[in-house]
């Protein structure tokens, strides 16, 4: 067995780490598909997301989610949650898909960037050359704005519809660029 074969054989056995503790079903099949292919697997995911985070601090971690939705934003559980606002600043995000996937080699990890980019990923790039190679599979969908501070609500209900309506925009695009990823991945791997 190589140790790339090693390397994957503890990531996947590991399970699933994340805060939720399990993939996000918008973007399961492409995960599930890539962790079986010879050549990758996968050390994290996620399908895309909205939501509201209350910042505590200056402190990039020092953060609350208020709301969180991988299937996209929703009006009515968002105005729900700015009923009674935190007193700290909250902020209404969208955020892309994300993966990082680790290749058995150089080649490999250029020609999946290639297939990345292709397929909408246009932020895609090679983390790691280290003991992993590691392509980091970014897009370039996000909005990120504050809306309450202070125990209070900045903007007006049409203005975070707004934001609801083009989170959800992107979120559709998210899940188009997941899928033409998988099937350009298939195409060239196969």
């Known amino acids: 067995m190589t140790t790339f074969e090693q390397q994957k054989q503890h990531q996947l056995s590991k399970g699933d780490m994340s805060k ?33 985070l209350e910042k505590k601090s200056a402190k990039k971690f020092d953060i609350d989610w208020i709301y969180s939705d991988h299937g996209g934003a929703n009006l009515k559980k968002i105005k729900k949650v700015l009923e009674n606002p935190p007193k700290n600043p909250v902020w209404f ?28 990923f246009k932020h895609s790039g090679i983390l790691s050359l280290g003991k992993r190679i590691i392509v980091q599979v970014l ?34 695009q998210n899940k188009e660029r997941i899928k033409r990823l998988y ?8």
């Not at 995000?93 to 909408?120: N, P, R, T, Y």
């Not at 209070?152 to 559709?172: H, Q, R, S, T």
């Not at 099937?183 to 196969?190: H, I, P, R, T, Y």
Request: some cysteine; glycine content about 6%; aromatic content about 6%.
């Open 20 to 52: 939720k503790g399990f993939i996000d079903e918008e973007i399961k099949f492409l995960v599930e598909k890539l962790n079986k292919m010879p050549e990758f697997y996968t050390t994290s995911s996620c399908a895309g997301r909205a939501l509201l």
């Open 139 to 172: 897009s370039s969908e996000s909005l990120e704005t504050i809306i309450a501070d202070k125990g209070e609500v900045l903007v007006d209900d049409n203005y975070i519809k707004i934001l609801v309506g083009e989170a959800n925009k992107k979120m559709k």
């Open 183 to 190: 099937d350009n991945v298939l195409e060239k791997f196969g």
């Open 93 to 120: 995000k969208q955020e892309s898909a994300i993966l990082h996937i680790c290749c058995k080699d150089e080649a490999i990890a250029e020609k999946l960037l290639v297939v990345c980019k292709h397929s909408g």
